[in-house]
């Protein structure tokens, strides 16, 4: 496999390009194939199919990427990073840890439910190098970011006290993949996104005070009243 240069969230091969035409090329491939591959799965979009819903060339979306590999790998990579970069935003911002897991958990909901329940599972089968680099990232960062909400909600007397924040963080990850899993027990249950609220409205009641449950019925009513239960 040919290895282009790497450029922030982009894989770059021609340096004296124009550095706004190719960020607008790039975004717009990445969108694309994000798109595509949370619709349909990794296993049946072809490049000719990326190539021709971004509007552009079979020709120039060889020009930033050698492979479906490669576009799958950026795809994911800067998708990810963004998804990451509100996740942080939304808990830091948030005025204290219940608020900060409900308003992420609205998240994951919308992102959900515009995923095809094969994806992941394609995504590990077809694409192995790729999902190794997906859950490295899930344990750099997004266990890092709950495992701060977990610390931080003992701190506020939200969250029971004497809890171990990085095993919790890890577990709530975890629950979030198993979703996918055509083994696991959930597996056809309900849409993921049903699925997801569920599992973390009672994973929140396990590590709540009552003083941290009455400011989630609060927050539910606000960030999750959109989203319906099982």
């Known amino acids: ?42 296993k049946t979009i072809t490049m000719d199919d990326i190539a021709r819903k971004a509007g552009i060339s079979k020709k120039t979306l060889y020009q930033h990427f050698t492979s479906k590999p490669d576009v799958v790998m950026a795809a994911m990579s800067w998708h ?11 808990i830091k911002e948030s005025s204290n840890a219940v608020e900060g897991m409900v308003r992420v958990n609205a998240l994951m909901s919308q992102m959900f439910r515009q995923i095809n ?14 999902y190794a680099m997906f859950r ?25 006290q ?10 709530r990850v975890e629950s979030c993949l198993i979703i996918f899993q055509p083994d696991s027990l959930l597996a056809g249950t309900q849409h993921p996104h049903l699925v997801s609220n569920e599992v973390m409205e009672n994973f929140l009641y396990g590590i709540m005070t009552t003083k941290g449950e009455k400011l989630y019925q609060k927050y539910s009513e606000e960030y999750l009243k959109e989203v319906p239960k099982i």
């Open 162 to 171: 004497g809890m171990d924040a990085d095993l919790l963080a890890r577990y």
């Open 117 to 130: 329940p094969l994806a992941m599972l394609e995504l590990q089968r077809f694409f192995p190098e790729v």
């Open 80 to 90: 990810q990073e963004h998804v990451q970069a509100c996740m942080i935003d939304i």
């Open 136 to 160: 490295k990232r899930l344990l750099e960062k997004d266990i890092s970011a709950i495992r701060d909400n977990i610390i931080r909600g003992m701190e506020e007397g939200l969250y029971r």
């Open 1 to 42: 496999m040919k290895i282009k240069r790497y450029y922030g969230n982009f894989f770059i091969e021609n340096r004296f390009h124009s550095f706004a035409r190719l960020m607008d090329a790039l975004t717009k491939i990445l969108t694309v194939a994000v798109d595509s591959f949370r619709q349909f799965g990794f």
